[in-house]
């Protein structure tokens, strides 16, 4: 099982960052996909969460009305778009994927906000 995220880096406030994370290992549409993410000094917190097949999602009430998550099953891949970032949007973005009692993570990237 291989999850691989990319597309954080350096954005100033106000701007956009669209992440990926591409999933190895399993069978991808059957496992529940999610974002979580940790700041520094900071326990890690839930972003969003998107079912299998794509139908259902669920934002944390922080982000909401800014980041949206989707999923492509053709591509084994999990998107988190993130539009109007702001500072404390700052931490290390994890990929996680659920089903039971298996639990996988990514490694993580880091999103910084800053001008």
């Known amino acids: 099982v291989q999850l691989v995220e990319s597309g954080g880096g350096l954005v100033q406030p106000g701007g956009s960052l669209r992440l990926s994370c591409a999933a190895s290992g399993f069978t991808f549409s059957s496992y529940v996909m999610s974002w979580y993410r940790q700041a520094p000094g900071k326990e890690r917190e839930f972003v969003a969460v998107?079912?299998?097949?794509?139908?259902?999602?669920n934002i944390a009430d922080s982000v909401k009305g800014r980041f949206t998550i989707s999923r492509d099953n053709a591509k084994n891949t999990v998107y988190l778009q993130m539009n109007s970032l702001k500072p404390e949007d700052t931490a290390v973005y994890y990929c996680n994927a659920r089903r039971g009692s298996e639990n996988y993570w990514g490694q993580g990237t880091q999103v910084t906000v800053s001008s």
């Open positions: 998107i079912s299998g097949t794509g139908g259902l999602t």
